[in-house]
């Protein structure tokens, strides 16, 4: 193994270090507040990650559509 892949796979596991140390951030932090245990935080994860693939493929993400489409229905709500 050389300096190259070695460096490589220690960026990776800092990299999943830290998500995984802001997934468990973000679980305690809501549970201190409401105490209620977050269950959908998987869910709520994965949004960024697709969102990038979307991107990265040159395609407007799912997510997009349906910010602005709650955004919108907001806007309507909030007129009266």
Do not use: C, H
């Not at 140390?21 to 932090?29: D, F, Q």
């Amino acid at each position: 193994m050389d300096a190259t892949i070695l460096s490589f796979l220690l960026l990776d596991g800092l990299q999943n270090g830290v998500i995984y140390g802001l997934l468990a951030l973000s679980l305690v932090l809501v549970f201190a507040v409401t105490r209620v245990i977050l269950v959908p935080i998987g869910e709520l994860l994965m949004f960024a990650p697709l969102s990038l693939v979307w991107l990265l493929e040159g395609k407007l993400p799912g997510t997009l559509w349906l910010a602005l489409a709650l955004g919108g229905a907001w806007a309507l709500m909030a007129r009266g």
